[in-house]
């Protein structure tokens, strides 16, 4: 099994729990302890996981590092109203080599599907998620990965793969899976012209940092449509994670990035998350409480999912049909929770993977936009990745 390989959680940080409230999560959650060994999975929905890697980052010389102080923080929280059984596996050490570690978040999270259990990691360099990428290759479906950072990583695919170019690899590299990548909160100035080209070119989908912070549930579709979603911790401005990164003046705020890391736990689809580039500072406080309360949002939206279907539901879904130029678009409402769709004519023949994609997560707004004979932009994207 490729659990007993990982290390288990520091009896100092299983001690500190014991002194917490007892209806806390860490005294209310299963922990891989020195002592009682790797937890049992059995009816377990999600797994923490650190991975104590950095050498794929090109900027960063720290050692190893050290998630205690980011699990005290998270074991102090009360639960909500919450059903989902917790387990935190421990962490996965840096092996012989980088490729030794990443083929063993691979292993792992085959592992955790095969559970139907959400493996929800803690980071280490970015480009980690590279091999969260390659363990959906077994599964018969393309792949939505939605990055929350001010980079777009795709760098230089011709050069060793780094935590600036990891998304670079994860385009050019077989097998294909890929089918769409979004950005989100992205700074135009820490982007060079011709990666912004190349995500237009592309179809993928960008939104800018102002974008965000001006209206944060804009970007709930997209985050609903994906399965996997991470967060580079540089995407949040520094005075929020206590000047973690000295020189992030802009970024997201705390609120913002709990929100987003909830969209991601209440998608019915998502299901890998992961929160990379945690640097070991002299006081982590601000930065380990932030990183506990997204986790917490996360787990918070796992256990409000509503499994919502259109084909196994239609009865709960109203549908609009809007003329719109040529093409007639064909929203659906889900009448439980307001949320939209939006339904793609995909081409037959063209990638029978695809086929599970021909509901596309939109706004309310963009019903209304289309009223106003106007195509959502997320909508022609998608049409025109099909096609070519």
């Given amino acids: 099994m490729p659990l007993e390989n990982l290390l288990p959680i520091s009896d100092a940080v299983i001690a500190h729990a014991q002194l917490f409230h007892s209806r806390c999560i860490g005294q209310n959650m299963r922990l891989h302890s020195a002592q009682e060994g790797v937890p049992s999975l059995e009816g377990a929905r999600i797994a923490i996981i650190g991975v104590r890697e950095n050498r794929g980052a090109v900027d960063v010389l720290d050692e190893k590092p050290d998630f205690s102080a980011i699990r005290k923080a998270f074991y102090q929280l009360f639960p909500g109203n919450w059903s989902e059984i917790l387990v935190d596996l421990g962490d996965i050490d840096a092996g012989d080599s980088l490729k030794d570690t990443f083929f063993a978040v691979r292993q792992i999270t085959e592992f955790l599907f095969k559970q139907d259990i959400i493996p929800m990691f803690l980071g280490g360099c970015h480009d980690l998620v590279y091999a969260m990428y390659r363990a959906y290759d077994k599964l018969d479906q393309m792949v939505n990965l939605v990055n929350v950072d001010s980079r777009f990583d795709l760098g230089d695919s011709s050069l060793p793969m780094t935590n600036k170019s990891f998304v670079g690899k994860i385009i050019i590299d077989e097998p294909y899976n890929l089918f769409n990548?979004?950005?989100?909160?992205?700074?135009?100035?820490?982007?060079?012209?011709?990666?912004?080209?190349?995500?237009?070119?592309?179809?993928?989908?960008?939104?800018?940092?102002?974008?965000?912070?001006?209206?944060?549930?804009?970007?709930?579709?997209?985050?609903?449509?994906?399965?996997?979603?991470?967060?580079?911790?540089?995407?949040?401005?520094?005075?929020?994670?206590?000047?973690?990164?000295?020189?992030?003046?802009?970024g997201l705020n705390g609120r913002e990035a709990c929100a987003i890391a909830r969209y991601a736990g209440i998608s019915d689809r998502v299901s890998s998350f992961g929160v990379f580039e945690y640097r070991l500072t002299p006081?982590?406080?601000?930065?380990?409480?932030?990183?506990?309360?997204?986790?917490?949002?996360?787990?918070?939206?796992?256990?409000?999912?509503?499994?919502?279907?259109?084909?196994?539901?239609?009865?709960?879904?109203?549908?609009?049909?809007?003329?719109?130029?040529?093409?007639?678009?064909?929203?659906?409402?889900?009448?439980?929770?307001?949320?939209?769709?939006?339904?793609?004519?995909?081409?037959?023949?063209?990638?029978?993977?695809?086929?599970?994609?021909t509901l596309l997560p939109c706004t309310h707004q963009d019903y209304l936009n289309a009223c106003n004979q106007e195509i959502p932009e997320r909508w022609y994207k998608a049409r025109m990745k099909n096609e070519i």
Wanted: hydrophobic residues 40%; aromatic residues 14%.
């Fill in 181 to 250: 990548y979004s950005s989100l909160g992205y700074q135009t100035f820490l982007n060079s012209q011709d990666e912004i080209d190349l995500m237009q070119r592309l179809y993928f989908d960008a939104y800018r940092l102002g974008t965000v912070t001006q209206d944060v549930k804009a970007v709930e579709p997209v985050v609903r449509d994906a399965d996997i979603v991470t967060f580079d911790l540089a995407a949040i401005q520094g005075t929020d994670l206590g000047f973690m990164f000295e020189d992030v003046p802009n």
């Fill in 283 to 357: 006081k982590p406080t601000a930065a380990a409480s932030l990183i506990a309360q997204m986790l917490w949002y996360f787990v918070e939206g796992v256990n409000y999912r509503v499994n919502e279907r259109l084909v196994d539901h239609l009865n709960e879904f109203l549908h609009y049909s809007v003329p719109v130029d040529n093409e007639v678009l064909s929203f659906y409402k889900s009448e439980k929770t307001d949320r939209w769709w939006i339904e793609i004519p995909f081409i037959q023949g063209v990638n029978n993977k695809l086929k599970r994609h």
